[in-house]
Every structure is written in structure tokens, then in C-alpha cells.
């Protein structure tokens, strides 16, 4: 490795993660601004111009909120939890592409981390450690109403992650790779004509990624796992501070990471009009891609009410994972009618 490459890899990871970070802060501003719309409430508006600084204002008080630990709680399980929580969630995207190959001062540049070719292995393997902080951060609490929260989220997740497995494997068949480098060229091989093809062969496999996402970030309507009705705030019950910032921030980035995913999967990634002209636009498709995505997940939440646990056990088990099956069979019959 030249100390050219290196400098571009540190540049990159460094881009990466102050993108995921910063775009935290501002998805919890987009996210209040869309529902107060939605439920016809103000939002922020008082923190800086039209409240954007709200995301500021909301990180200055969470830095300085007492923190504290209970005292029988495991002590150095209930520090390393929100750790494990977070980490997946910022390297998840390593492997996503953010758009073609460009040319600056002379050297050619890819605009992703890495090209990995067991890339839908790495994604499924990074978002199951998170499940282990969640269920450490119950345990470590010493907390009856934390830990049926850690419970229900690793429940929550064997069930749904897979269906998800399941809307990655039609994905693999239909691209011949497990690159998303080579995904995303194989829904632009015949232009706008083979991503329409694409797309129509996978309707239900987007809906199953979707919803095996939302499970995944433990969101409305899956936030059972912290259901204040029945569990108090469940796993993060005794977290306060920082810490509880964490978790907090773990949520937010892995929605980000999963809409990344689905616009990468299912949207034709940095793919749109002009790009071989323009290699450029390639970020801005993705990050158009993904807002789109993100909103969809702000707009089941606004409309959607909990799950009771037992129905979601049961959607999960008998309704996603058939209709899983299903959409790799029909993967494998469109891979194989063309020829693949």
C-alpha cells in the first residue's frame, strides 16, 4: 500500500464518519420538523434560523444531564453497552458506494471505503452485533423492566433478520455478486430499461427490506424493545447523559445506514440521469435516494401504531419468511429467464 492510498483511505473513513455523524443530528431535525407537519404541531422553531440549531441545543443539554449508575448494575457491561451499540452503526456503510469513479489532480478516485466482495455478508454480520448491546445494556442494568427490553430485542431480531437475510439473497441472485459496488452496475447494465426490470422483479423484496429494517432500528412500529407503556424506556430505562445519547445516536445513524442500503439495493444506489457525464451527481442521487427512504421511515412512524408482541412474533414468522421464500423463487426465475 502506497502513502498515497493510505491518505485516501483515512480521508474517506474520516469523511464517512463525520457524514454519519453530523447527518444523526440533522435526521432527528428533519424527522421532528415532518411529523410536527404531519400532526399539525409547531416543531422546532426557536433555536437558531427556522430551529436549526435545535440538533445543538439537544446535544449541550445531553452532555451536561448528571450521569449516573445504578448501584447493583454490572458496571463495566453498563459503560461497554452503548459502545456496541453505536460502533455497527457508523461502519456499517463502509462498503456502500457513493458513486462512480472520479478524476482529481491527476488521480483516479473511487467514491466508496471499500469493495468487498462478500459485502451482504459484511452488512448482515455488522447489524446483528448491535442486538448484543441492547440486550448487555438490559442485563447490565439490574433492571426487571431493561431486561424484558433486551429480551424482546433479541426476539425481535432472530425473527426479522431473516426475512432480511432473505431480500439479500434475491438481491445476490439477480446482480451474480455480493459486491454492492457490482450490484449497483448490474441495475445500470442496460440503462434505464434494465432498471426498470430490476425493480419490477423486486417490489416485494424493497417492502420485506423495509420492514425488516424498521425492525432492525427498533422503530414505530417495532419499538417494542422500548415500549414506555409497558417497559418504562425498556433496555436504556437506567441510562442517562451521554450514554443514553448513544443508544440515542445508534438508532438515528442506522437509519441512515439502512436507507443508504435500500436507495444502494433497490433504487439503483448513485445511479441517474447524467451520471457518466457527470460523475459527480453520484452523491447527490444517493443522498436524494436516501432522504426519500428516510422519510418513509418518519411517515410510518406518524401513522402507524405499536405492535402488540405476540402479533409481531407471528407476522414475522408466518407472514414475512414465506413471503421471503417467495421472492427468492422469483429472483431465481428472472435470473434464470435471463439467462444468468
Avoid at 483515512?10 to 410536527?36: D, H, N, P, Q, W
Avoid at 453505536?86 to 467514491?111: D, M, S, Y
Wanted: glycine content about 8%.
Amino acid at each position: 500500500m502506497t502513502a498515497a492510498l493510505l491518505i485516501e483511505y483515512i480521508i474517506k473513513s474520516v469523511l464517512i464518519l463525520l457524514v454519519m455523524t453530523a447527518g444523526f443530528a440533522y435526521v432527528t431535525y428533519y424527522e421532528r420538523k415532518a411529523l410536527a407537519r404531519m400532526q399539525t404541531r409547531i416543531g422546532p422553531n426557536r433555536a437558531g434560523p427556522w430551529g436549526l440549531f435545535q440538533p445543538v441545543a439537544d446535544g449541550i443539554k445531553l452532555i451536561f444531564k448528571e450521569e449516573f449508575i445504578p448501584a447493583k448494575a454490572d458496571k463495566l457491561l453498563f459503560l461497554l453497552a452503548p459502545v456496541i451499540t453505536v460502533i455497527p452503526a457508523l461502519i456499517i456503510t463502509a462498503v456502500v458506494p457513493w458513486g462512480p469513479t472520479i478524476e482529481v489532480l491527476g488521480r483516479q478516485i473511487n467514491l466508496y471505503l471499500a469493495n468487498v466482495n462478500v459485502a451482504i455478508l459484511y452488512l448482515g454480520a455488522v447489524a446483528s452485533i448491535a442486538v448484543y448491546g441492547i440486550v448487555l445494556a438490559g442485563w447490565s442494568s439490574n433492571n426487571k423492566y431493561a431486561m424484558m427490553g433486551g429480551l424482546r430485542s433479541t426476539a425481535q431480531m432472530i425473527s426479522y433478520e431473516l426475512a432480511l437475510g432473505l431480500s439479500f439473497v434475491s438481491v445476490t441472485l439477480l446482480a451474480g455478486s455480493m459486491s454492492l459496488v457490482d450490484i449497483v452496475n448490474a441495475q445500470g447494465t442496460n440503462g434505464i430499461l434494465g432498471w426498470i426490470v430490476w425493480n419490477l422483479s423486486q417490489p416485494l423484496g424493497f417492502v420485506l427490506f423495509m420492514i425488516a429494517g424498521l425492525a432492525e432500528t427498533n422503530r414505530a412500529p417495532f419499538d417494542l424493545p422500548e415500549a414506555e407503556h409497558e417497559l418504562t424506556a425498556g433496555y436504556h430505562t437506567e441510562y442517562s447523559g451521554m450514554k443514553f445519547a448513544m443508544f440515542y445516536m445508534a438508532e438515528y445513524i442506522k437509519i441512515i445506514a439502512i436507507s443508504m442500503i435500500a436507495a444502494t439495493l433497490f433504487l439503483g444506489g448513485y445511479l441517474g440521469p447524467f451520471i457518466n457525464q457527470l460523475p459527480w451527481l453520484g452523491p447527490i442521487y444517493l443522498f436524494i435516494k436516501t432522504l426519500i427512504v428516510i422519510f418513509v421511515f418518519i411517515w410510518i412512524r406518524a401513522t402507524w401504531p405499536r405492535f402488540r408482541y405476540d402479533r409481531l412474533m407471528a407476522f414475522g414468522w408466518k407472514v414475512l419468511l414465506p413471503l421471503g421464500f417467495l421472492n427468492v423463487f422469483i429472483a431465481a426465475v428472472v435470473t434464470v429467464l435471463r439467462g444468468g
